[in-house]
């Protein structure tokens, strides 16, 4: 090879340690006896230990687990919707609206979205008495934020599927009801997979929302990280964050995995 | 209003009511002729009229009203009843005259700004040659490489960011790397300074400029190169003529996938930046969490809304319609 390849490919490497050698770094520190948390002081497991006897954080997480899944659920629910209205209906009236609320949130600074939704929730339950502040209204603004991007994953597949299949049922008499459930669904079910994960993800990283429209005593597990950090660097978020980008980072590559094999099995 | 002819304003409302009545019964024979339809749209159209638009109504209502300090909601009602139950409009522009008047918050977006430019230009820097390694390797080696850059798209940002903070400390990898090559004073800390938010956002937007790269490097004809070369073109020419010019819209995508969220971001420079690394997105929730003011952090919102999104929706429709029209001829 020449001299120019390798100039790319020294780059190529400098990218790669950039992306990933802070956070192995901080995995490798999360196995230090030490109190400090990034001086070496000998291999332990003590602070996992330390991060599973933890109540507070524990419960936190319990809560943002929750959140994630029942958001992410239902965003699906909504994004799915929205995809197929986009998608499979034509020209109706307030279409220009939907996509247009649906591309918002994704350029919307999330500060932006926290603010408005907790002023919201603050006039409602003025007016209303509900709803009453904590993981119900952390949910809903969830919801608001991943649901578009629900719609972009399913939307995209839906453009990119033959609409054939579907015109040939209806061509025997199915109801649109019964396509959609016989056809379309199980052809986009890995969009909605992927739009599910997506989502939860997303919801489960989230600190400014849920800072915004959170209640006494209903502290998501990055709002718990946010303060922690604010504080300074200690073992057990060091242990917590290893476990949590492991777990993600494996669910995604073994989801990825099963749907690249589902692709080709159909495919062949 | 004043200049239009007395039958102006008159004919404008008439066209509103029109218009309005239109759509109304057009929605009501979408629900008679297509049930199924019509509640499939209706579901996520109402959701997010009443989570997404009518907070940002609020977020208005609110930016015009005065802070009042130990009530709850903490700011004035804009419409004041008097004692004979006549309703009177109480618009306060303070918060607004403030924003433009006091220095801080213009510094406060001229910050936003700058911190997202210079981010967004290293991460075409160091993320064009990763997408163009990555459309030229072999198939197995870029799905590899693919997945490398992916992966961290999808673990925690707040994470990330905090995993920074043992880079950028005076004995930290970073710190001591970039002492070596003589751009900071060896044994100095990176962290709390500007260069630890750019380095911050870098990091945690790099996907976002190498995945639409990759996909229009991918699309791009390599013979082309080929014959540039022939043609007797130096490899750099062959670059800035023929390479450069054809991955313009993976450019433009990934600069404004990393540009936009960048402006309004509180995490990263909060965490990595120093006091004085304050943006437009931490003044917002100064002004909300520790001073308390809400119709000042409305008005913040309503500024950041005019400033920012406006122009991205508008681009965006624009491009769209162009896409479209190219697509068509």
Redesign the interface.
């Given at each position: 090879m020449n001299r120019r390849n390798w100039g790319l490919w020294a780059v190529m490497a400098l990218g790669y340690a950039f992306l990933y050698v802070p956070i192995l770094s901080v995995a490798v520190y999360s196995f230090s006896a030490s109190r400090m948390a990034t001086v070496w002081g000998g291999f332990s497991t003590r602070w996992y230990a330390a991060l599973f006897a933890n109540e507070q954080i524990m419960e936190a997480l319990g809560r943002s687990l929750t959140i994630a899944a029942l958001a992410a659920s239902f965003a699906t629910l909504l994004g799915t919707a929205s995809g197929l209205a986009l998608s499979r209906f034509g020209r109706f009236p307030g279409r220009g609206l939907l996509s247009l609320m649906n591309s918002a949130p994704m350029v919307m600074p999330d500060v932006m979205l926290g603010l408005s939704s907790l002023l919201l929730f603050v006039s409602l339950q003025q007016a209303l008495g509900w709803p009453e502040r904590g993981m119900s209204t952390i949910m809903i603004a969830h919801v608001t934020l991943t649901a578009c991007y629900v719609t972009v994953v399913v939307r995209s597949r839906m453009a990119s599927l033959d609409d054939s299949l579907e015109e040939a049922a209806m061509d025997l008499g199915a109801r649109p009801w019964r396509v959609f459930f016989l056809i379309t669904l199980p052809l986009v079910a890995p969009a909605l997979l992927a739009g599910w994960l997506l989502a939860f993800t997303l919801s489960l990283d989230d600190l400014v929302i849920a800072s915004f429209t959170s209640g006494p005593g209903a502290s998501t597990l990055p709002m718990l990280i946010y303060s922690k950090v604010k504080l300074g660097v200690t073992p057990e978020i060091n242990a917590l964050a290893t476990l949590i980008v492991t777990v993600v980072g494996l669910g995604v590559v073994v989801a990825g995995i099963l749907m690249h094999r589902r692709e080709r099995r159909l495919s062949a | 209003m004043s200049a239009a002819a007395p039958g102006g304003a008159w004919s404008f409302w008439n066209d509103v009511v029109r218009n309005l009545f239109g759509?109304f019964r057009?929605?009501g024979r979408?629900f008679r002729t297509r049930r199924?339809?019509f509640l499939?749209?209706a579901?996520?159209?109402l959701?997010?009229?009443l989570?997404?638009?009518?907070?940002?109504l609020?977020?208005l209502k609110?930016s015009f009203a005065e802070a009042v300090f130990g009530q709850s909601?903490p700011y004035t009602p804009l419409v004041e009843r008097t004692a004979d139950g006549a309703a009177s409009l109480k618009l306060h522009a303070s918060s607004y005259a403030l924003l433009l008047q006091d220095p801080l918050y213009v510094g406060a977006y001229l910050k936003s700004l700058l911190f997202a430019s210079v981010s967004t230009l290293f991460c075409l820097l160091?993320?064009y040659?990763?997408a163009?390694?990555i459309a030229r390797a072999r198939p197995v080696w870029r799905m590899l490489?693919l997945?490398?850059?992916?992966?961290?798209f999808?673990?925690?940002?707040?994470?990330?960011t905090?995993?920074?903070?043992?880079?950028l400390?005076a004995?930290?990898?970073i710190s001591q790397a970039l002492a070596a090559v003589g751009l900071v004073e060896p044994g100095s800390a990176i962290l709390h300074t500007d260069l630890a938010v750019y380095i911050g956002i870098v990091?945690n937007y790099?996907?976002f400029m190498i995945l639409p790269l990759t996909a229009t490097l991918m699309r791009l004809d390599f013979k082309l190169l080929e014959a540039a070369a022939d043609l007797g073109a130096r490899?750099w020419q062959a670059f800035l003529r023929v390479t450069l010019p054809l991955s313009m819209p993976g450019i433009i995508a990934g600069a404004l996938l990393v540009f936009?969220?960048a402006?309004?971001?509180?995490?990263i420079p909060d965490?990595l930046g120093g006091p004085d690394a304050l943006t437009i997105?931490r003044v917002?929730?100064t002004e909300?969490?520790t001073n308390r003011d809400?119709p000042l952090?409305?008005a913040v919102?309503v500024a950041?809304?005019l400033l920012?999104?406006i122009p991205?929706?508008v681009f965006?429709y624009v491009e769209n319609r162009r896409e479209r029209r190219e697509g068509r001829a």
């Open positions: - | 759509w057009a929605v979408e199924g339809r499939v749209t579901l996520p159209m959701w997010l009229l989570f997404f638009a009518v907070p940002f609020i977020v609110i909601p160091l993320g040659p990763i163009y390694g490489l997945v490398l850059v992916i992966l961290p999808w673990t925690s940002s707040l994470l990330r905090y995993a920074m903070i043992g880079m400390k004995n930290g990898l990091y790099l996907p490899p936009i969220p402006v309004g971001e509180f995490v965490i997105g917002l929730w909300f969490f809400w952090a409305a919102a950041m809304l920012l999104v991205t929706l965006e």
